[in-house]
């Protein structure tokens, strides 16, 4: 039972793979995910239904298009693997049936939002608002000592959630009355403020740190090399230019995502440092 269990559970992240794929392309664009079918980027055929199965139809099809030939990105079949191994992990990790079901929504929006920071820059508001929205929710969720102690359990999710946001802002702007130019930007605020009301604020301020120092190894890496990242915002696709700033947001959701499986045994290490 527990086998079949698993790979059901391995199947419907690859379904959900699939169609985070379409919101990883589609939110930032502005483009609807309910109307229209997928097309090829290259060619702008519609992709018929044998050729949209999670990772087979990449995989029968060379990664390459049936009508034009144009290789298919790797990003697709990596989403749709990435989402049903964290939610794999979500079934062995979690215990409590409601926990394992909020962490898979969570990972959902943490990678999907982490792809789309990655190659556009943007973290849109239709995947961080109701990710917030959720996170304050599930908070009042796995409270059990009634709806009073439910509510507070709410506000105190909110309350971590505008704490989160706030200190994005601060250094947004103090960065901003040094350099005289942007350093953050307000998707990014929004986006550990939807990590806070998920994780609270100590394993917050962990996926934070994590973010911070892994983007500043990757920002050294890329001076040692003599490169550039190579992410573009949707203006700089159109005008052929690579961009130059590094994708916080994808950082942080990584941070995040480790966060919600190891979180817990990171902070109790850290503070056995000290004892």
Known sequence: MNLLAGIFIVLLGLAF???????????????????????????????????????????????????????ISLRYPAIELATASLWLLCWLEFGLSVQRIAMAIFCFFALGLAAMDAETLLLPDAFTLPGIALGVIYSAAICDDGLPDRLRCAGLSLAWAACAAALILVIRGLYWLIRRREGMGMGDAKLLAMIAAWLGPVNALLAFFLAVVSGAVYGVILLVLNTRPKIRTLRQVQGGLWGTRLPLGSFLCAGALYAAFEGGATVRWYLDLFR
């Open 17 to 71: 793979g699939s169609f985070l794929n379409v919101c990883i392309w589609r939110l930032p664009r502005h483009e609807s995910i309910a109307a229209g079918r997928s097309r090829c980027p290259a060619c702008g055929a519609e992709i018929r239904a044998r050729d949209n199965v999670p990772l087979f139809s990449f995989l029968f099809l060379r990664g390459r298009c049936r009508d034009c030939g144009a290789a």
